[in-house]
């Protein structure tokens, strides 16, 4: 297994939960790190990328409540939820890529499944 998500539950609205993805050292040292997501229903949309060296990305809906983080020693990215709203809910993927000259190396690990709701 290259990747591997853990952390979904169920939680209610206003929680917190922590995802965290365990990536092979070959994959994770060059990687950029992304959690995607998907809800019943919808595309899989992104929501959050690390760089190697540390810069990130959040999409819009997530700004002030997500956080993203890396640890470049033990290969693992953490996803900090907080403030979760009920349109959270969906399954969280975990996502490393690198470029190889115009070549896309994307490596995804099975979803993990967060529900928000009282």
């Known amino acids: 297994v290259q990747l591997e998500a853990y952390g979904g539950g169920l939680v209610q609205p206003g929680g917190s939960l922590r995802l965290s993805c365990a990536a092979s050292?070959?994959?994770?040292?060059?990687?950029?790190m992304a959690w995607h997501r998907q809800a019943p229903g919808k595309q899989r949309e992104l929501v959050a990328t690390i760089t190697r060296t540390g810069p990130t990305y959040y999409t819009d809906s997530v700004k002030g409540r997500f956080t993203i983080s890396r640890d470049n020693a033990k290969s693992t990215v953490t996803l900090q939820m907080n403030s979760l709203k009920p349109e959270d809910t969906a399954v969280y993927y975990c996502n490393a890529y690198f470029w190889s000259g115009i070549k896309k190396n994307d490596y995804w690990g099975r979803g993990t499944l967060v529900t928000v709701s009282s």
């Open positions: 050292r070959s994959i994770f040292s060059g990687s950029t």
